[in-house]
């Protein structure tokens, strides 16, 4: 046999990991609905195809441990006992954890855990429960309930049934004064291959029972009695019955590609139900379904185009700006029209083209949520809740590195509301509310964001709790406390350290988990906004851009010196003068039609009003959450469409710039991280002026001779 060579045998290793990972989802997800509708057979069925895909895959790539462990597994799923016992989505869940224990090894190359435990489970599956022992032996004696074939065999069975041939399930007793009961089952299979195909046969050759009783599943042409007829032989069998299955003829259609261990109803899935049931009652195959092709690609691969499209964008820039210089020059020129027409029509294109690259990049949220079911159902049973997960908003996309980021900061988020919202079924008897708390995630657009919310029906977040933890901390001064709006004060649980539990467990109290939630979101270039009623509940939610590649915005310049904002936190753009800004808690602020604007200075106050010939300043208003805030600038830039750029740790050592990019000319546009200047203003900067940002690049001219180097 032909091995791999080494970079195949790791592609293929690196493909099983992926796929593996999607069935260990399925796995859970089954588990769930079994665990809702414990009667539902096809329930079992599917589990027991995911557990037979991941068998045969972990044995394509040598992981024998895993493939040998899946395998019995997947026999013990095969037994009635098993489909009627009770713990049977319990041992799916232990099974689907020490699955992913046994992949997280075998991708460390580390020792692979105990599967002791697994094992025991599994052996629990062939022992009947008491409570059903009547009604499976009378299940056993009904002739309507037959052996479960293999999926191998169900398909070959469609298959024959496809070539014409009819389908025989073939019961034969040996004869009790047989001397030699394992000659006589090799009798038998050569007797019934003269006369049709057998696809399957039961017990193994090696079991106890191969000696009392022998079965078999035979495609043939002929006639139930000529079956039956070659089956008696004097001295060696006993009792024969041949019994018709029907299974219905299928047209043969392309076939749909899926992703691994998705549990699909497919027509082998189809033929192997009629084929356990033995029944001529069998439903009719699925509708065809048209053929689609799923191609996997390394998001790395997706990056490196996403790159090269952003330096044509660069390149569009540069191209326009020549343009502009030319028209400049030549106004009369016949060419202008036709270079004008050139540039518009790669602008068109090169739109379309990022915009498909863009797709490629976003996946759908629920492969993020439907992670989320299981962890609810643990936590919710540790914690002594009753808790039900509400899903909404799966076909929300968002670009896959995002759905990555969010997705230690939801789960602290959702652990949370479990652990610190949803009371116990007493409490919420007392309260007048559902014994089962609710938890909703819910994804959806909102312009150029893409909004996720968790969403508690629990306690809610005591407000005063809070206040008085934050004096305590030493975050806020007694009177300042009293003056703070209930926004404010609920900012206080994303501080490092802070929380309000009064005790310790495994799920919340040690003042870890929100602090990551802001910190991840404002490195994703996000923000999360938590609203509270007492009694009724919590909500955060987390606004993401849709991509972090290529971004619209607005630039302007401080102190001569160019920076950019996204766009799309811009709520508008306000001219003021000096005279019109005022002092509040030594804070400037500015009223702005009936309300009131805190007035952030990116520069040192006597710069920015200096200049006689332009009185009126540019006020920036920005949307942070549900809160707004004007930066103050000396003149704005205009909109442009910027490739962002990451800067190592020699060029900027400050959280207040996120990014940069390079404009057509060659100048370099610093991306202001807007959280947290607002974080720096509202926490450090009393005085409302930030001259560090603007001051940190003293020594460096940002222009196409002297810039900064920018990393891909």
């Given at each position: ?41 096809e329930t079992v069925r599917g589990i027991r195809r995911i557990v037979h895909t991941l068998k045969g895959d972990a044995a394509a790539v040598g992981f024998r441990e895993l493939s040998e462990l899946a395998h019995a597994f ?360 559902p014994a089962k708390g609710t938890i909703r995630l819910d994804a959806y657009h909102q312009g150029n964001q893409v909004i996720v919310e968790i969403n508690d029906d629990g306690r809610g977040i005591d407000v005063q709790k ?247």
């Amino acid at each position: 046999m032909k091995q791999f060579t080494d970079d195949r045998g790791a592609e293929l290793r690196a493909l099983f990991f992926e796929s593996a990972k999607e069935l260990l989802q399925s796995l859970n997800d089954e588990g769930l609905k079994l665990e809702k509708r414990p009667d539902d057979t096809e329930t079992v069925r599917g589990i027991r195809r995911i557990v037979h895909t991941l068998k045969g895959d972990a044995a394509a790539v040598g992981f024998r441990e895993l493939s040998e462990l899946a395998h019995a597994f997947e026999d013990a799923l095969a037994l009635e006992s098993a489909q009627a016992h009770k713990s049977l989505p319990e041992i799916a869940f232990h099974a689907a954890d020490i699955f992913g224990e046994m992949l997280e090894a075998y991708r460390r190359q580390a020792k692979l855990p105990s599967t002791t435990s697994l094992k025991k489970r599994i052996q629990e599956l062939s022992q009947e429960p008491k409570s059903r022992k009547t009604k499976s032996k009378t299940l056993k004696a009904s002739p309507s309930v037959q052996t479960i074939w293999t999926e191998y065999e169900t398909t070959a069975a469609q298959a024959a049934a496809n070539a014409g041939k009819s389908i025989y399930h073939v019961r034969v007793v040996i004869d009790p004064q047989c001397a030699m009961p394992i000659a006589a089952r090799q009798l038998l299979l050569k007797a019934l291959a003269g006369i049709g195909e057998v696809l399957g046969a039961r017990p193994e050759a090696t079991s106890t029972e191969s000696s009392k009783k022998f079965e078999t599943l035979v495609a043939s042409a002929s006639l139930p009695e000529a079956l039956a007829a070659k089956c008696r032989i004097p001295t060696v069998t006993g009792d024969v019955k041949v019994d018709a299955i029907d299974i219905k003829p299928q047209i043969p259609v392309a076939r749909k590609t899926e992703s691994a261990g998705a549990p699909a109803s497919t027509p082998e899935a189809e033929s192997h139900a009629a084929v356990k049931a033995g029944s001529r009652d069998a439903e009719p195959s699925a509708q065809p379904v048209p053929a689609e092709n799923i191609l996997r690609v390394d998001a790395e691969r997706i990056d490196n185009v996403l790159n090269l499209v952003g330096e044509l964008i660069i390149g569009k820039s540069m191209l326009q700006q020549a343009l502009n210089e030319f028209a400049r020059r030549f106004p009369k020129d016949a060419c202008r029209g036709r270079f004008a027409d050139a540039m518009a029509f790669q602008a068109r294109i090169l739109n379309d083209l990022q915009r498909s690259v863009m797709k490629v990049r976003m996946v759908p949220v629920e492969q993020l949520f439907r992670r989320f079911p299981r962890m609810v159902r643990d936590v919710a049973r540790q914690c002594g809740r009753e808790v039900e997960l509400v899903l909404s908003g799966e076909n929300t996309d968002l670009d896959k590195g995002l759905l990555d980021g969010i997705a230690e900061p939801m789960t602290h988020l959702v652990r949370n509301a479990i652990g610190h919202g949803i009371e116990t079924p007493e409490e919420r008897t007392r309260a007048g509310k559902p014994a089962k708390g609710t938890i909703r995630l819910d994804a959806y657009h909102q312009g150029n964001q893409v909004i996720v919310e968790i969403n508690d029906d629990g306690r809610g977040i005591d407000v005063q709790k809070v206040r008085a933890r934050a004096v305590e901390r030493g975050f806020l001064k007694p009177e300042e406390a009293s003056r703070a709006s209930e926004s404010s004060i609920l900012d206080f649980i994303f501080r490092p350290g802070f929380s309000t539990a009064d005790e310790i467990t495994e799920i919340s109290g040690r003042g870890v988990g929100l602090d990551v939630v802001h910190n991840v979101l404002q490195r994703l270039k996000g923000t999360v906004q938590v609203e509270s009623r007492p009694g009724q509940g919590t909500i955060f939610r987390l606004r993401l851009p849709l991509t972090l590649a290529i971004i619209k915005a607005l630039l302007f310049r401080v102190e001569r010196r160019l920076y950019a904002i996204p766009l799309n936190a811009v709520a508008e753009i306000a001219r003021a003068y000096e005279s019109d800004l005022h002092r509040v808690d030594n804070r400037e602020v500015l009223q702005l039609r009936n309300q009131v604007l805190p007035i952030i200075r990116l520069a040192n106050q006597q710069t920015s009003a200096g200049s006689q010939k332009s009185p009126k300043i540019f006020i920036l208003v920005v949307r942070i959450g549900d809160r707004k805030f004007g930066l103050l600038v000396n003149a704005l830039e205009g909109e442009e469409e910027l490739v962002i750029k990451a800067l190592d740790d020699h060029t900027v050592d400050t959280d207040m710039v996120s990014g940069a990019s390079i404009l057509g000319d060659g100048r370099v546009v610093l991306i202001l991280n807007l959280g947290e200047i607002v974080e720096r203003f509202t926490k450090f900067a009393p005085e409302n002026t930030l001259g560090p940002v603007v001051g940190m690049f003293s020594s460096q001219s940002l222009t196409s001779s002297n810039a900064p180097e920018v990393q891909a």
